[in-house]
């Protein structure tokens, strides 16, 4: 954050800009032929950025968007485990308030900014701002699924599931990956040239939308012993190809990797834009200044009620599928076919909205979106009586998804 208020970043209201411009050319109290210059000069940097050609990437950046993809996967791996593979697993056993109470789980992952001062500010010199974090982070979850995946197909297979426990580990995965992504966001930032630094925004999306679906969709699929035997097996089992503690323990493997790699292959540089240390103090400061503009009280709102028609759909379509009668291993197939579809947009859809108008696209895909929920309401209440799933509605339910 501190980064972006000091490039004069477009989260700044133009008074805002003006002034940290202002205030660097030694301009204590502002003119209006200062503002009128400083107004054009805003433009004409606007409009030169607009039409500056994209910068092919170096190798070392090539390598370190790489970095960043691998490490916004492995946030994705326990968001895909709690958001999706465990509320379905435990569909069978579990009520819907039980289900409601899992999803505790997810907050810390939108409640980060709370700590993400702390991250920005606490760390040792000798090791780096963003690896004082990102190492022991990874460690610990590492070490968590490693233990995870040593007991958790125990704890599947009780008839009464410990719910109240199962909230509580995952939602300490869930704060570890939360705690994670607030400092690989900050060295997205320097980690990149300042040319390429663009490109971070792409590495979190095709990185987070890997993870995720690689522990929701793909792992499901798997998992299920019915998928296995139609398309993997010539003789049917009653188990899936990939367990839950296998998968659990392979990513405990990964983490440990990729950590320790971290730790003695990868060094930290430091950059120009972090000399200056600032105290938690300042930083929280900073964050109600930017919360109290007006284009962020605005955004804010937006965010704030923008997912009030999606949240129904999107917590419980599939699972009342499930109940209806409509097959795991197809519901399976189904996401996992969106799973190409998944990283081919998110990339497009970083580029389109890099242009003047970069809500467009959004709010092109916000009406498209509210309509699926609209077609997916009707697909669910039009389930078939026989329970019979024909390839019209499998179809059908592809296309919303």
Same mark, same amino acid.
């Given at each position: 954050?501190?980064?972006?208020?000091?490039? +004069?970043?477009?989260?700044?209201? %133009? %008074?805002?800009?003006?002034?940290?411009?202002?205030?660097?050319?030694?301009?204590?109290?502002?003119?209006?032929?200062?503002?009128?210059?400083?107004?054009?000069?805003?433009?004409?940097?606007?409009?030169?950025?607009?039409?500056?050609?994209?910068?092919?990437?170096? !190798?070392?950046?090539?390598?370190?968007?790489?970095?960043?993809?691998? $490490?916004?996967?492995?946030?994705?791996?326990?968001?895909?485990?709690?958001?999706?593979?465990?509320?379905? $697993?435990?569909?069978?056993?579990?009520?819907?308030?039980?289900?409601?109470?899992?999803?505790?789980?997810?907050?810390?992952?939108?409640?980060?900014?709370?700590?993400?001062?702390?991250?920005?500010?606490?760390?040792?010199?000798?090791?780096?701002?963003?690896?004082?974090?990102?190492?022991?982070?990874?460690?610990?979850?590492?070490?968590?699924?490693?233990?995870?995946?040593?007991?958790?197909?125990?704890?599947?297979?009780?008839?009464?599931?410990?719910? +109240?426990?199962?909230?509580? !580990?995952?939602?300490?995965?869930?704060?570890?990956?939360?705690?994670?992504?607030?400092?690989?966001?900050?060295?997205?930032?320097?980690?990149?040239?300042?040319?390429?630094?663009?490109?971070?925004?792409?590495?979190?999306?095709?990185?987070?939308?890997?993870?995720?679906?690689?522990?929701?969709?793909?792992?499901?699929?798997?998992?299920?012993?019915?998928?296995?035997?139609?398309?993997?097996?010539?003789?049917?089992?009653?188990?899936?190809?990939?367990?839950? +503690?296998?998968?659990?323990?392979?990513?405990?493997?990964?983490?440990?990797?990729?950590?320790?790699?971290?730790?003695?292959?990868?060094?930290?540089?430091?950059?120009?834009?972090?000399?200056?240390?600032?105290?938690?103090?300042?930083?929280?400061?900073?964050?109600?200044?930017?919360?109290?503009?007006?284009?962020?009280?605005?955004?804010?709102?937006?965010?704030?009620?923008?997912?009030? +028609?999606?949240?129904?759909?999107?917590?419980?379509?599939?699972?009342?599928?499930?109940?209806?009668?409509?097959?795991?291993? %197809?519901?399976?197939?189904?996401?996992?076919?969106?799973?190409?579809?998944?990283?081919?947009?998110?990339?497009?859809?970083?580029?389109?909205?890099?242009?003047?108008?970069?809500?467009?696209?959004?709010?092109?895909?916000?009406?498209?979106?509210?309509?699926?929920?609209?077609?997916?309401?009707?697909?669910?209440?039009?389930?078939?009586?026989?329970?019979?799933?024909?390839?019209?509605?499998?179809?059908?339910?592809?296309?919303?998804?």
């Amino acid at each position: 954050m501190l980064v972006r208020k000091a490039r +004069g970043d477009t989260l700044l209201a %133009d %008074d805002e800009r003006e002034e940290l411009m202002l205030t660097r050319r030694g301009s204590p109290s502002p003119s209006p032929e200062d503002r009128s210059e400083l107004h054009a000069s805003l433009a004409m940097d606007e409009k030169e950025t607009a039409a500056a050609p994209a910068t092919p990437m170096s !190798v070392k950046d090539t390598w370190n968007f790489a970095l960043l993809v691998v $490490l916004y996967l492995l946030q994705g791996v326990p968001v895909g485990l709690a958001f999706g593979s465990i509320p379905f $697993l435990l569909k069978a056993k579990m009520s819907y308030t039980q289900i409601g109470v899992f999803s505790l789980a997810h907050y810390p992952y939108s409640m980060k900014f709370l700590w993400s001062p702390i991250v920005d500010t606490v760390y040792n010199k000798e090791i780096g701002r963003r690896k004082s974090w990102i190492v022991p982070i990874q460690l610990l979850t590492g070490f968590m699924f490693l233990w995870l995946g040593i007991n958790i197909d125990d704890w599947m297979n009780q008839d009464q599931i410990a719910i +109240g426990t199962l909230t509580a !580990v995952f939602f300490v995965l869930i704060f570890f990956s939360a705690t994670q992504d607030i400092a690989v966001d900050g060295w997205a930032l320097t980690l990149l040239s300042k040319d390429n630094v663009s490109y971070a925004s792409t590495a979190q999306t095709i990185g987070l939308n890997s993870g995720y679906f690689l522990s929701f969709t793909v792992f499901l699929a798997f998992n299920s012993p019915a998928f296995s035997n139609k398309y993997f097996r010539s003789e049917p089992q009653e188990y899936g190809l990939v367990p839950l +503690g296998g998968y659990l323990k392979f990513w405990s493997m990964m983490y440990f990797a990729i950590t320790l790699w971290l730790v003695f292959l990868k060094k930290e540089e430091r950059s120009h834009l972090e000399e200056n240390d600032i105290n938690i103090q300042s930083v929280y400061k900073i964050i109600l200044k930017i919360i109290r503009l007006p284009h962020m009280k605005s955004y804010m709102l937006v965010l704030l009620m923008a997912k009030v +028609g999606f949240i129904a759909n999107s917590a419980v379509t599939a699972l009342k599928l499930l109940e209806k009668g409509f097959s795991k291993e %197809d519901l399976a197939l189904a996401v996992l076919i969106d799973f190409p579809f998944q990283i081919i947009f998110g990339y497009y859809a970083v580029r389109w909205s890099s242009g003047a108008r970069p809500l467009k696209p959004w709010l092109w895909a916000f009406c498209a979106h509210l309509v699926c929920c609209i077609v997916a309401m009707l697909i669910v209440s039009g389930f078939p009586q026989d329970g019979v799933v024909t390839p019209t509605y499998f179809y059908m339910v592809l296309a919303t998804t």
